[in-house]
């Protein structure tokens, strides 16, 4: 199947470091990609859908000025955490769909980058 | 409500049982319907569509009833390796975006 990296896949830093997340599709183009939070012992909680040449649209509760979403490119995305606090800690995954072909609707994960904020 | 609601588990089962997951959820306009696995601190892995049909792969068989708006996950002859959590998808919306339920816990005991 296809894949998709995620780097890094572990951040330890300070409050207040802003902490910046990348997501590539690596054998695919993705006009599509999606930024989940996963907190302990819940389930994945979509953040923003991200367009490739566009802004991303966000969930409602999460705020755009904290996390930053580029789509550069069709293989490219990067989530930008601003001012990174304590209560950002979380497991961080993005998501890619492939250019449609056929009629798929099958997302490829990361694996997720595992962000803590001391 | 939850958009998309699981068992709340866990499942612990001894192996070579069978073992059923079911998921209901509340958007009637839901298009497509997955079950994926996630293992402790990794990112989750598409384990199956579900189709209208039921489908099969090897032991493990998925449900759907669109009237009922329920999705059912059957693993048979657990192994395992089957221990992890099963997250029940939905595809909702124009955008194509998926919903996830919180999972159900499953552990094969030897």
């Known amino acids: 199947g296809a894949v998709v990296s995620q780097h890094p896949s572990r951040v330890i830093c300070k409050s207040g470091t802003s902490v910046k997340i990348e997501c590539r599709s690596l054998?695919?183009?993705?006009?599509?990609m999606f930024w989940y939070r996963q907190f302990p012992k819940q389930s994945l909680m979509l953040m923003a859908t991200?367009?490739?040449?566009?802004?991303?649209?966000?969930e409602q509760g999460v705020e755009k000025d904290k996390f930053l979403i580029n789509h550069a490119s069709l293989t490219l995305s990067t989530l930008t955490v601003a001012s990174a606090h304590p209560e950002d800690s979380s497991f961080y995954i993005c998501?890619?769909?492939?250019?449609?072909?056929?009629?798929?609707?099958?997302?490829?994960f990361g694996p997720g980058t595992r962000l803590t904020v001391l | 409500r939850k958009e998309v609601e699981q068992d709340p588990g866990p499942f612990n089962v001894p192996e070579g049982a069978t073992v059923a997951f079911n998921c209901t959820y509340s958007?009637?306009?839901?298009?497509?319907f997955f079950w994926y696995r996630q293992d402790c601190r990794k990112e989750p892995k598409l384990l199956m569509s579900?189709?209208?049909s039921g489908n099969e792969d090897g032991r493990f068989t998925a449900q759907l009833n669109r009237a009922s708006q329920y999705i059912s996950l059957l693993i048979r002859d657990s192994k395992l390796s089957d221990s992890a959590t099963y997250l029940c998808?939905?595809?909702?919306?124009?955008?194509?975006?998926?919903?996830f339920g919180s999972g159900t816990q499953l552990t094969v005991l030897p």
């Open positions: 998501s890619a769909r492939e250019l449609p072909r056929q009629s798929t609707d099958t997302q490829y």
């Open positions: 054998d695919f183009q993705a006009t599509t």
């Open positions: 991200s367009n490739e040449g566009s802004k991303a649209t966000y």
């Open positions: 958007n009637s306009a839901s298009q497509s």
């Open positions: 579900v189709y209208s």
């Open positions: 998808v939905v595809n909702v919306g124009s955008a194509r975006q998926l919903t």
